[in-house]
Every structure is written in C-alpha cells, then in structure tokens.
C-alpha cells in the first residue's frame, strides 16, 4: 500500500492550495480516510475525515474553509483548503487504514 501526497507549497494568508493523496494497494472506497497535519513543534492532529458513507467531519479550525473529498474511480483523495491561515502552516499528511502518506509541506505566509 502507498499513499502519495502532493499539492502543498507557499501561499500568502487568505490563498488556496489543493492537496491530493493517490492511494494504490488498497480500494479507496472501502475506507475511511483522513488528512492530519503536523506543526513544528506541535502533535499531529487530525484536520479533516470522510468516511465510507461519504460523511465527512473536521476540526473546528478548519470547518468552512477547507473541503475533503474523494475520486473512488482515481483512487484519491482530496482537501481543498481556502482562506488559508498562518497558523495552518504544517506538514499534511493522509491516513487510510493503518498507512500513512509522507506528508506534504504547507506553508502560509506573506
């Protein structure tokens, strides 16, 4: 199984970025999946989850400005995250299963 995430980058406070994490080895529709993002210095902690129903649940940081979603025929999933904030500078990373992707960089700063 291997995730790989992409999309981070450098943006200035009130951009956008989409993250996508391509799943291969495992069907991605039979999961749940979720991003988590680490700052430095700081735990990681969950951002956003949607589930097999295609319910879908974040922390209250994020609620309204970012989306997740999923493409089950590309086998990937997504966060859009708009209005982005300082404070969600982090490594993101997905998480399906028991299988961590290895993180994508995402700084936001002027």
């Known amino acids: 199984v291997q995730l790989q995430a992409s999309g981070g980058g450098l943006v200035q406070p009130g951009g956008s970025l989409r993250l996508s994490c391509a799943v291969s080895g495992m069907i991605l529709s039979s999961n749940s999946v979720s991003w988590h993002r680490q700052a430095p210095g700081k735990q990681r902690e969950p951002v956003a989850l949607i589930a097999r129903s295609g319910s879908t649940n974040y922390a209250n940081s994020v609620k309204g400005r970012f989306t997740i979603s999923r493409d089950n025929a590309k086998n990937t999933v997504y966060l859009q995250m708009n209005s982005l904030k300082p404070e969600d500078t982090a490594v993101y990373y997905c998480?399906?299963?028991?299988?961590w992707g290895k993180g994508t960089q995402v700084t936001v700063s002027s």
């Open positions: 998480y399906v299963n028991i299988y």
